[in-house]
């Protein structure tokens, strides 16, 4: 097959964004969840071997506030800013082309084109129903795999296999 095209959205929108970005910053890298949440379970291990008194209280108080603000304010907060301000063409109809060289995204109702090149990638997984393709830790690009036609969507993930150099990109799916 020469190349593969769909039409879809370049990215994802409302829960399914809200999704891929939580899993993308806490999970895929647990290095801000775990400094997040290491001061609240400092502070178990303090009050276990009898540190607590009023002053440690308050500390032990803003140890466990921190981690909760992160979470379910910071968080929350900074997604829906994104969904609110982001570009309009991240969300408007593109016809998604897989190519021998990359991807290539039309956006037609923008007068707008992007290219991605295969060797550009470093990283592919499959999670929540897109190819989310990383260059080092920037997202690149995202392909919903419900827009692919059913009948080639299994010709669509060997093509990315096939053209991703797999010397440099890890592909997890």
Request: hydrophobic share 45%; net charge neutral; glycine share 4%.
């Amino acid at each position: 097959m020469e190349y593969i095209k769909y039409e879809s959205t370049l990215k994802a929108g409302g829960d399914e964004y809200k999704k891929i970005v939580f899993w993308n910053r806490f999970i895929r890298n647990p290095i801000e969840t775990i400094l997040t949440w290491l001061p609240a379970a400092a502070t178990i291990v303090f009050i276990c071997l009898g540190y607590l008194n009023t002053y440690l209280a308050v500390i032990y108080a803003a140890c466990w506030a921190y981690p909760i603000y992160i979470f379910f304010f910071q968080f929350k907060s900074s997604v829906n800013y994104h969904l609110k301000n982001r570009e309009a063409s991240e969300s408007a109809p593109c016809i998604i082309t897989l190519t021998q060289n990359g991807i290539l995204a039309e956006i037609p109702d923008y007068d707008k084109t992007l290219s991605y090149e295969w060797d550009n990638f470093t990283t592919i997984y499959k999670k929540f129903g897109y190819y989310m393709l990383f260059e080092k830790s920037k997202m690149t690009a995202m392909l919903r795999e419900a827009d692919i036609p059913k009948d080639i969507q299994g010709a669509a993930a060997d093509f990315i296999r096939t053209h991703v150099d797999m010397n440099k990109c890890k592909v997890l799916f």
